[in-house]
């Protein structure tokens, strides 16, 4: 099976002009190696928020590094936000096919009937991990140890509101995160690749940065809080010059922690047959330089959907290669697969095509492919020199990369050619996706954790969710015994479950009587310790967030609770309240027994 495995990837090797070596059986054995994987993705992180996109507001010389050391594509695309984005590298398929029409409230959630990259390489033997923001589902089969991942530490949400020690997650157990999430995501990380060096590991990085809340530790802030930025947005008057230097500072946090990983490869030997991509979801989260471009994060315009796409490994890409023609976030699975010489039959089929052609000199036949846009009603298409836009006007992106001037009347046929493949798409892709709102899943036959956070719940009457962006919020003003917190949920296999809740309490508020309910079933307990705390996360911030801020909240256990099979109504009511307030809620977890 090896002997067969190095002549695939030889023949590999030939067609793509990569050098590999041939001439002994030890450098044989050699090129037998399964290549181990290391996928870096930033959190609104533009285009242009690289010293290697031309930026000199900041230095990012490790990212930078990946790209003079391997290729780097300069037109790749992803999607305009963040769980979309996720969803098409993990399978190789438009988001709307995978059911993810949202960025929050089950929206986000990936169809649990999709194979996944992790299934793909996990299936041929690789160790796989992901350390940082998920985004595509919390609750098992959504969840990313139900999706092909041996270990995931992080948090499944949108984003989170603390990011300095906060409560994360690691393999469905609430743990203390230990110092800045970017550092601590990656040292997790390094700790995965050292514990699995001798064997194949993919090791996928979804950093939750620079996402807001703009907090980043002193020593990164401190070059840039008196930063004059003399690189600006083409609208200058629309930069806010704090945002700006915050999410720089974050990047190039980013860009040391790359460095830190980088060099545990190279530490330990491994550096050669590694695979290391760097690249963003989605264009930058604020009006700041990005090239030029038209648009920023949320919109399909260039601006929106253009990414760093890095790609390294030494023995079969040549170091400093530039690659022009277009390619996206739906190319990574089909081209990892066929360099990890991996044969899988997938269950759909995929939208991305295998970049492996390209990295040959000698490539003339790659297809002239559309590259399609879509968020929200809004979708624009990209071919290798032209840009439809949601509005059908159409730009020369080669001539005009600003998107200034509209040239259909100038084209007319190319246009109608465009707008054409526009319904054609939305008939036979978008067509696909349901915006039915689904259960929330609890009770997986194959895992014994669920999280039901106050995220994916409803509150009735004076109840107050803590900001109108859910994904860290947490319900207040619980003061009357008419009121109430639902979620709809699907309880996959009957169960006694184990139910423990993370909340707040003033002292003197203390004695609440409150009932959890489903089906016939009822659990009732005290909430009998007070714990107060303050809002926190501003005292970190380095620009007003629009985020919910956080509390200190600790855990209760209630008891135990049957849960049969079936849908419907789970709920959380209190029947006494000696005090002013029941709690304030942040999370359930209902834990299988045995």
């Not at 066929?338 to 490539?363: C, R, V």
Request: glycine share 8%; net charge negative.
């Amino acid at each position: 099976m090896k002997g067969l495995f190095a002549a695939v990837l030889l023949t590999v090797c030939s067609f793509a002009s990569f050098s590999c070596q041939t001439n002994t059986d030890e450098q044989t054995e050699e090129i037998a190696q399964p290549p181990n994987i290391v996928l870096f993705l930033a959190d609104d992180q533009g285009w242009g928020d690289l010293s290697s996109s031309g930026n000199t507001n900041l230095s990012t010389p490790n990212i930078d590094q990946i790209a003079e050391q391997g290729a780097s594509f300069d037109r790749f695309y992803v999607s305009p936000v963040c769980s979309p984005t996720r969803a098409e590298l993990l399978t190789g398929r438009y988001h709307v096919r995978g059911g993810v029409y949202s960025t929050s409230a089950g929206g986000e959630r990936l169809d649990s009937d999709e194979t996944t990259i992790a299934d793909v390489f996990r299936s041929a033997g690789y160790a796989t991990g992901v350390f940082g923001k998920w985004h595509n589902g919390m609750q098992p089969p959504y969840h990313p140890n139900a999706r092909g991942f041996d270990e995931f530490y992080g948090f499944a949400s949108g984003h989170w509101g603390n990011y300095f020690s906060p409560i994360l997650e690691r393999n469905g157990e609430i743990v203390q995160g230990e110092g800045f999430v970017v550092d601590d995501f990656t040292n997790k990380a390094i700790e995965f690749i050292e514990d699995h060096q001798n064997q194949p590991f993919f090791v996928y990085l979804p950093y939750n940065t620079p996402h807001s809340p703009m907090q980043v530790p002193d020593e990164w802030w401190a070059k840039f809080a008196d930063h004059e930025l003399p690189m600006r947005h083409r609208e200058p008057e629309r930069e806010n010059l704090q945002h700006s230097r915050a999410a720089l500072a974050m990047v190039e946090n980013i860009d040391w922690n790359v460095g830190r990983l980088m060099d545990t490869l190279e530490e330990l030997d491994l550096e050669e047959n590694t695979i290391v991509i760097y690249m963003t979801d989605n264009g930058p989260n604020g009006s700041r330089w990005n090239g030029s471009m038209k648009g920023r994060k949320g919109s399909t315009d260039e601006g929106g959907v253009r990414s760093p796409f890095y790609i390294q490994w030494p023995t079969h890409i040549r170091p400093g290669v530039q690659i022009n023609h277009i390619a996206s976030s739906t190319d990574i699975l089909p081209t990892l697969a066929e360099f990890a010489n991996i044969d899988y039959t997938y269950s759909k089929p995929l939208d991305g095509l295998s970049l492996a052609p390209l990295f040959s000199e000698e490539t003339t036949d790659w297809p002239d492919r559309i590259i399609f846009s879509y968020w929200r009603d809004r979708l624009s298409l990209r071919t290798q020199q032209y840009r439809l836009d949601m509005d059908n006007n159409l730009y020369d992106m080669e001539a005009d990369p600003g998107q200034s001037t509209n040239v259909a009347s100038d084209f007319p046929e190319i246009t109608s050619r465009l707008i054409a493949e526009k319904e054609r798409w939305e008939s036979t892709v978008l067509s696909e996706l349901s915006m039915e709102k689904r259960p929330i899943t609890v009770g997986h036959p194959e895992y014994s954790f669920n999280q039901l956070p106050a995220r994916d719940a409803e509150a009735s009457g004076a109840i107050e969710r803590s900001n109108r962006y859910p994904n860290d919020s947490f319900f207040g003003n619980w003061t009357r015994t008419d009121e109430e917190i639902t979620w709809d949920i699907e309880v996959l296999e009957e169960g006694e479950f184990e139910v423990i809740i993370y909340y707040t309490c003033p002292e003197g508020d203390e004695g609440s009587r409150i009932e959890l309910s489903f089906a016939g079933n009822a659990l009732q307990g005290i909430i009998d310790t007070s714990h107060d705390s303050p809002l926190m996360g501003a005292e970190h911030d380095r620009v007003e967030r629009i985020e919910s801020y956080v509390k200190d909240f600790i855990p209760i256990t209630l008891g135990t609770i049957k849960l049969s099979k079936g849908t419907g109504p789970l709920t959380l009511k209190a029947l006494e309240i000696p005090g002013n307030t029941v709690m304030d809620f942040r999370l359930m977890l209902l834990n299988k027994i045995p």
